[in-house]
């Protein structure tokens, strides 16, 4: 009950936060805090079936290109199509049809647990190495499709002119929906299942738990979350095309949760953050500085390789990510800030 | 916890350094924003143009009384960090006026943030004609895939007296597919008759089959609108099977390594350019070719002189609106007219497309020769 009142309670103080941001914070910022929680789905989408079912999935961006493509042919107006598609007519009844937001957002979230729900047969019946084979090349298919399907995603021209819908509120909103849900699910007894799958995959069988009804519950609500995170992110860049999509943005994903730690949804959200926020933030190093007499010229690219030294420093020293499989509690910070205020020698010691 | 020390100490340092050296701007200057992939996948020619502007602006240093500053962000050749960096030119960096990106669909994610903030922005080099299509704020120094194609389809016609010509695309880039399209439709319209269209993609090694289907058919054009690579194996593996027909492509072919690559193969291909250093007819041409040359030590390039062209367009823009007003400058620059450009002299077409000469390049004992230039 607690607990409840204070994630409540953090839930309403990013509120407030938010609102101020809204409200005096330049285009610039609103900008990056997006692309932040739109990371956060993200990695939280991809952290489930990685980080809590243990299975090497590579095909994250077939997922997000179909929300975003779903997501942005659902929203586009029927007069801005038939400028967009200008080699080829765009199919019917897309070519008619406009949704708003809120229901472009959902139906790319399930058309991507559509195509989920259709592969997963496939993907679950091998694991490991071969599992990580699989669904890289649904990814690759999904891409290829987007590439050559002229008629529907409109081919390499790609789609421009999405309404920038992507405010705030709706990102923000989700990925706080998306950490709730999951972080639910993880605690709950489906998680606990997962999690054992993890484990020992023939002791959790062992002990009665069906493997692929896990599985799949797993990888349809990741999939459903980076199918959202997609069309937010179509709403947010306002131009898709298949280049987005490629084998990159999974790998980026990767090492967002993998530098967070597996397994943690915490270290997802941090991971996801620093990814974001601070890429942006390392741009001072490749600008040109006068400090002390001393003129300095920047180095374009300089960001990148302090990043790849981070990384490297990460996984020397943090070998388990930032958090080592370790989530954010309550209960945690508490001993956290009472071991802390134990360290001040004439603060009132914690009665016992 | 050694190392936490450590790493805190550095990101203090870091923040310090970045808090000291904040923007001492003097208020009089004008800053001209760049985003440019100086880093991934198109980082050699976000270098070029980034050159190109850095010596016009040592030509015109500056505007209105007032010197001009140059802004240099990096987008990494990535759509997401292309948005980020135009958002922070106008945000953090006040600029009045950004030139980029270098491709058109990073291009497509800077270009609507600026038309929301009113700054014009100019890029060199993105063809795709989405990119200023019903926009205010965006315009382009080189000309668009429409033009291109058919001033193809008109040389093909006019002087190369072509009427059979066979088409082969590489699908998976929107510049090719685009640049086909055109062509096969101004090349119809002029009476002649598109036999064959087949279809590659990025990164093929292999046309002996599209090359033998073609040869069934006895064309006596061969249009590959493609980039270098696919092109020098194309001729390659054409001359190998004995397809003698000339091959015809775009501007993507302007590159040394077709040269190396394709061998005596590529002789006598020809294409359709942005600019050769032999078409320069006008003043401002000449003097930055000068410049460019003794300052790197290499032959001017399509590149760095359509980044040259960025630059003074913007630059005779603010001065006829006599001021950095996006508004004004973004109409001054619509209303650009023969104006004397290093590619040639421009004017401002529909959707802020320029019309401009096109330049016919031909590959002749193993060098690039300019042989004409074709006005639409």
Redesign the interface.
């Known amino acids: 009950m607690k607990n409840r009142l204070l994630t409540l309670g953090a839930v309403a103080g990013l509120l407030l936060l938010l609102w101020g941001a809204q409200r005096f914070a330049?285009?610039?910022?609103v900008?990056?805090l997006n692309?932040a929680a739109i990371f956060i789905t993200l990695a939280l989408g991809y952290h489930l079936i990685n980080g809590v079912c243990g299975q090497l999935h590579l095909g994250p961006n077939a997922f997000i290109a179909l929300g975003a493509y779903t997501a942005a042919l659902l929203t586009l107006t029927p007069a801005e199509k038939s400028?967009?598609f200008?080699?080829e007519p765009l199919i019917w009844p897309f070519s008619q049809l406009t949704l708003p937001f809120a229901a472009a957002l959902c139906c790319g979230g399930l058309v991507a647990a559509g195509f989920a729900f259709l592969t997963g047969f496939p993907v679950f019946r091998v694991r490991g190495d071969y599992l990580a084979i699989v669904t890289l090349g649904f990814g690759e298919v999904v891409r290829v499709l987007a590439?050559?399907w002229q008629g529907l995603t409109n081919?390499?021209?790609?789609l421009?002119?999405l309404a920038?819908h992507t405010t705030l509120w709706w990102s923000w909103g989700v990925a706080v929906a998306a950490l709730l849900v999951i972080t639910a699910l993880t605690r709950s007894g489906y998680g606990r299942a997962m999690q054992a799958i993890r484990e020992d995959e023939i002791a959790a069988r062992a002990m009665g738990v069906d493997v692929f009804r896990h599985l799949m519950l797993a990888y349809l609500l990741s999939a459903f979350f980076l199918g959202v995170g997609g069309g937010l992110?179509a709403h947010?860049?306002?131009?898709i095309?298949p280049?987005?999509f490629t084998f990159f943005l999974t790998f980026n994903l990767l090492i967002i949760i993998v530098v967070g730690g597996l397994g943690s949804a915490t270290g997802a959200v941090l991971a996801a953050l620093l990814f974001t926020v601070g890429g942006?933030w390392l741009?001072?190093?490749?600008e040109p500085?006068?400090?002390l007499g001393f003129s300095y010229p920047?180095i374009?690219?300089l960001?990148?390789v302090i990043f790849s030294l981070a990384l490297l420093?990460v996984i020397i020293?943090f070998r388990r990510g930032l958090c080592g499989g370790r989530e954010f509690t309550w209960e945690g910070l508490g001993r956290r800030l009472r071991r802390l205020k134990g360290r001040i020698p004439f603060g009132a010691r914690p009665q016992r | 916890m050694g190392?936490w020390v450590w790493?805190k100490s550095w990101l203090w340092a870091?923040l310090a350094?970045?808090t000291?050296?904040g923007s001492?701007s003097a208020a009089a200057e004008i800053k001209i924003g760049l985003y440019l992939p100086?880093?991934g996948s198109a980082?050699a020619m976000g270098q070029m143009v980034w050159e190109g502007v850095q010596v016009a602006h040592r030509l015109k240093p500056a505007l209105l009384g007032r010197p001009v500053k140059l802004v240099?962000?990096?987008t990494?050749s990535d759509?997401?960090d292309a948005?980020?960096a135009m958002?922070?030119l106008?945000?953090?960096e006040k600029v009045a006026a950004v030139i980029g990106e270098v491709i058109s669909?990073d291009t497509?994610?800077g270009a609507?943030?600026a038309e929301?903030?009113g700054i014009p922005n100019i890029s060199p080099t993105a063809t795709?004609?989405?990119v200023t299509?019903?926009r205010t704020f965006a315009f382009r120094a080189c000309f668009v895939d429409d033009l291109q194609g058919k001033v193809a389809a008109q040389y093909a016609r006019e002087h190369l007296q072509a009427q059979r010509a066979a088409v082969l695309i590489d699908?998976?880039?929107?510049y090719c597919?685009?640049l086909a399209?055109f062509f096969m439709a101004e090349f119809r319209r002029r009476g002649g008759q598109i036999i064959a269209v087949t279809y590659i993609q990025t990164g093929d090694q292999d046309f002996t089959a599209q090359i033998s289907g073609f040869k069934g058919k006895n064309p006596d054009l061969l249009y590959a609108p493609n980039y270098y690579a696919e092109n020098a194996l194309l001729a390659r593996q054409a001359r190998e099977l004995g397809l003698k027909t000339p091959i015809l492509t775009g501007d993507g072919a302007q590159v040394p390594e077709l040269l190396t690559l394709g061998g005596p193969a590529v002789e006598g291909m020809v294409f359709t350019a942005h600019f050769h250093r032999q078409a320069l007819t006008t003043e401002l041409g000449k003097q930055f070719l000068k410049t460019y040359e003794e300052s790197y030590q290499k032959d001017l390039d399509a590149f760095a002189a359509l980044g040259g062209d960025c630059y003074f367009l913007l630059h005779q823009a603010m001065e006829k609106a006599g001021g950095t007003d996006g508004a004004k400058v973004a109409q001054a620059l619509a209303e650009t007219k023969d104006f004397p450009a290093v590619t040639g002299r421009i004017t401002m077409g529909p959707d802020h497309n320029p019309v401009k000469g096109v330049v016919i390049i031909k590959v002749e004992q193993g060098k690039f020769a300019y042989q004409t230039t074709i006005q639409p």
Do not use: C, W
């Open positions: 330049d285009e610039y910022q900008r990056l692309t400028r967009i200008f080699l590439n050559n081919g390499p021209l790609g421009k002119g920038p992110l947010l860049v306002t131009t095309s280049t987005l942006e741009r001072v190093v490749e500085h006068v400090l920047g374009p690219g960001r990148m420093l020293y | 190392i790493v870091l350094l970045t000291l050296t001492g100086m880093t980082a240099l962000v990096d990494k759509r997401i948005a980020n958002s922070r106008i945000e953090k669909s497509l994610a609507p943030i929301r903030a795709n004609p989405l299509q019903g699908q998976a880039q929107d597919v685009a399209n």
